[in-house]
């Protein structure tokens, strides 16, 4: 196999917008997107020399897109707990005096498998993260979307597994009802 | 052995639900696994919120990836590609 060699005047042709976009799942703030990806491609144009072509390109300068997005989440850490007297963040799922959920959950009359491939309901969840709190946010990104384990979260987040666990599960339901709500006004 | 398995049959709703989300996170002990999977045999409502966590979670999980087919009308200003293209001529 020919091994791979990097050309930086075609970086931003090539990738800008799918590193954009890849951020922007991530970081929410269109203008930390663009600081990232920049900030991608200048520490690539300094460290070219460590680039040994094994991999491609592509996945060279998304490996340290990945690092620059983790360092985005760290900057802003500060230790994480839940807020009681924050209404946002309350568990948006009761149940009812007959022990049943509330709202009751509606099917989406879809089988899990093929959620995935759904561009639509991927996009909808796109703009439900949006819409979350920032900390649900975040940690739903890290432990979802990046894919980290919950103990790495709570290490390098100075947060507690109880604490991270409510939050996840808050935030799930969030995205949940605005999916179910969005997803069915589509029907 | 009868108690336990009637403490098994009477789980409420409130009393999985949490076990759902948690079965997300990581394997569940068998003991919980086997309640989920009883409840979630005989009620319809917490199946339908089971499946939902489940989409949720493979939807993140392909919106993490490097092609993934989302936001694709956005895209980066053309003034901050320019910006970089012209750093990157100057310094390469």
């Known amino acids: ?187 | 052995m009868f108690d336990g398995m009637m403490k098994t049959l009477k789980m409420t709703c409130k009393d999985v639900y949490p076990l759902i989300s948690e079965s997300q996170d990581h394997p569940l002990p068998l003991c919980d696994k086997t309640r989920l999977k009883m409840h979630l045999a005989i009620c319809g409502l917490c199946e339908i919120y089971n499946k939902q966590l489940d989409m949720i979670c493979k939807l993140a999980q392909s919106l993490g990836k490097e092609e993934a087919k989302v936001r694709e009308d956005t895209s980066m200003k053309p003034e901050v590609k320019e910006k970089i293209k012209k750093w990157i001529a100057e310094k390469s």
């Not at chain 1, 090539?14 to 997107?33: G, I």
């Not at chain 1, 360092?71 to 149940?95: A, G, L, W």
């Not at chain 1, 899990?112 to 739903?140: D, H, M, V, Y």
Request: proline share 4%; aromatic share 10%.
């Open chain 1, 1 to 187: 196999m020919s091994k791979e060699i990097l050309d930086p005047q075609n970086w931003v042709d090539l990738y800008a917008d799918m590193m954009y976009r890849f951020s922007l799942v991530r970081v929410k703030d269109p203008e930390a997107a663009d600081e990232l990806v920049q900030a991608t491609f200048f520490a690539a144009l300094k460290s070219q020399h460590t680039f040994a072509g094994k991999s491609s390109e592509k996945t060279w300068l998304f490996g340290i897109l990945k690092h620059k997005i983790m360092d985005y989440f760290r900057s802003s850490k500060k230790h994480i707990s839940i807020d009681p007297t924050s209404n946002e963040e309350t568990d948006r799922i009761q149940f009812d005096s007959n022990g049943h959920m509330n709202p009751k959950p509606i099917s989406w009359n879809m089988a899990p498998e093929k959620a995935a491939e759904n561009s639509e309901l991927a996009q909808i969840l796109t703009s439900c993260l949006e819409g979350l709190p920032e900390k649900f946010r975040k940690l739903f990104v890290l432990k979802e979307i990046e894919g980290m384990s919950s103990e790495n979260i709570c290490n390098e987040f100075d947060i507690k597994p109880t604490n991270l666990w409510v939050i996840l599960h808050r935030a799930r339901n969030q995205l949940k009802l605005c999916m179910e709500s969005n997803w069915l006004n589509t029907k």
